[in-house]
């Protein structure tokens, strides 16, 4: 059930996705009386799903889910069709318009893949509104869980204060991001403030390592299911939260660790809360220094409940909600924008993490979240627009390109230099795709 989930919600956003985005291409080239001569969501080679024919064009829904296409008369696209080429330029023909037309039809495409990641982001915050952790509600600190991190120097109990100068003033998933791409952070620990420069190589050092995570909130202990050769199974239950172990206050589950180490292969006298009443229980160490569980949650409302954290819920009217949401929006581009970088420079070693069609599925959750949906959709929206834009042959940003050089220097390209301009770019797509996908087979290989 839960790969049907993941795979309706990947399959919907890819759909509405692709179908905007040539929308976008499609509704200027009407405007400007230009032929569609298709506008299909995947790819139709050989054969297609289904197909009808309205006026002049034919919509269609391929069998290969790797993007869709509208394909116009009179354009040097992926279709390459040389015949058509080779008459006489038609009226129809996107080749006949002028450039300031054919530029508009060209930006259609990644014009409505913005708009539609500002939409959603306005949207969400009219109706999420924000929820969050104050930064300075974090007492205890963060919860280091990645060994990276430690060798730069961060520990469990830090307080992080500032990211390459910017005071936190929310503690947000989107911190972890901020610190990979980040060159200097700003920590508090036992009262003082450090400095801690990020190197150039961090995210590709990051990747090697295969935590998804660089700092988290501080857990409590909670007991989740029990191995089926757990010594303590029938001793602890689910959701018990264990608060003590052989005298020991345990507040949060890293501070377990050591404890436990510490009393390997011993049974010790501890406590857990269990159903918010204290009881007294035997633990078995094993002589691993583990309880032989993994390790719960609790919802945002029952760690409030505990004492742990404070959350923050603010609503927005829908007026209040569009400047925010532009804002998120802004800066979900910038952050896109700023890996992208990151990815393009091999000395940092982030190309290491490019993923594709498999990556990609993944982000989706196991339990359907309308959330989560429309967030990881204006995310795609806004990777869909910037990738777009790159100015290689066969994206709209090549095409874009050559558009820009024929206004500025009133001399259009010949078609001859575009079909092979095309061929170029088609090469460059299917090494990057091949690379992305590749890369998301070979950690299927590895295990990471």
């Not at 963060?142 to 307080?159: A, H, Q, S, Y």
């Not at 220094?289 to 004492?307: H, P, R, S, T």
Request: cysteine-free.
């Amino acid at each position: 059930m839960e790969i049907v989930i993941k795979s309706s919600q990947f399959l919907l956003s890819l759909s509405l996705l692709i179908i905007l985005h040539e929308l976008g291409h499609f509704i200027p080239a009407k405007l400007f009386k230009t032929r569609v001569e298709k506008f299909y969501l995947f790819f139709d080679i050989k054969f297609s799903l289904f197909k009808k024919k309205i006026g002049e064009t034919e919509y269609g829904i391929g069998w290969l889910p790797l993007g869709g296409y509208v394909k116009i008369s009179g354009m040097i696209d992926e279709s390459m069709d040389k015949e058509q080429l080779a008459q006489e330029p038609q009226p129809w023909e996107f080749r006949s318009k002028p450039a300031w037309q054919r530029l508009i039809i060209m930006l259609g495409g990644v014009t409505v893949n913005f708009i539609l990641a500002f939409l959603i982001y306005i949207g969400m915050t009219y109706v999420y509104g924000e929820y969050y952790i104050k930064n300075d509600n974090i007492k205890d600190g963060v919860w280091i869980t990645n060994p990276v991190v430690e060798k730069l120097g961060f520990k469990t109990g830090d307080k992080l204060v500032a990211i390459d100068g910017k005071k936190i003033e929310r503690f947000e998933p989107s911190v972890n991001l901020d610190i990979l791409t980040s060159k200097s952070v700003v920590l508090e620990r036992d009262g003082a403030d450090q400095t801690i420069t990020i190197p150039h190589n961090f995210i590709g050092n990051f990747i090697d390592a295969d935590k998804k995570s660089l700092i988290a909130l501080r857990m409590p202990f909670v007991v989740g299911a029990l191995a089926d050769d757990s010594p303590n199974k029938g001793i602890l239950k689910p959701k018990d939260i264990i608060i003590s172990i052989n005298g020991d206050t345990v507040k949060y589950f890293d501070q377990a660790a050591v404890i436990l180490q510490a009393h390997k292969g011993k049974t010790v006298a501890g406590f857990v809360l269990r159903n918010e009443v204290k009881v007294p229980v035997l633990l078995k160490i094993t002589k691993e220094g583990k309880l032989g569980v993994n390790l719960g949650a609790l919802k945002e409302q029952n760690l409030e409940k505990l004492g742990y954290y404070k959350f923050s819920t603010e609503q927005f009217g829908f007026l209040e909600s569009i400047p925010i949401g532009i804002d998120k929006g802004f800066t979900q581009l910038g952050n896109y924008w700023k890996q992208l970088k990151l990815i393009f420079n091999p000395s940092t070693g982030a190309y290491k993490g490019v993923g594709g069609f498999a990556a990609i599925f993944n982000i989706f959750p196991q339990t359907w979240s309308w959330e989560a949906f429309w967030s990881i959709t204006a995310l795609l929206s806004i990777m869909l627009g910037v990738m777009n834009l790159l100015p290689i042959p066969a994206l709209d940003g090549g095409h874009v390109m050559f558009l820009f050089y024929e206004i500025i220097s009133g001399k259009k390209p010949s078609d001859k230099f575009l079909e092979r301009a095309q061929m170029v770019g088609f090469v460059l797509l299917i090494s990057l795709l091949l690379f992305a996908n590749g890369n998301d087979i070979y950690k299927a290989i590895v295990g990471k």
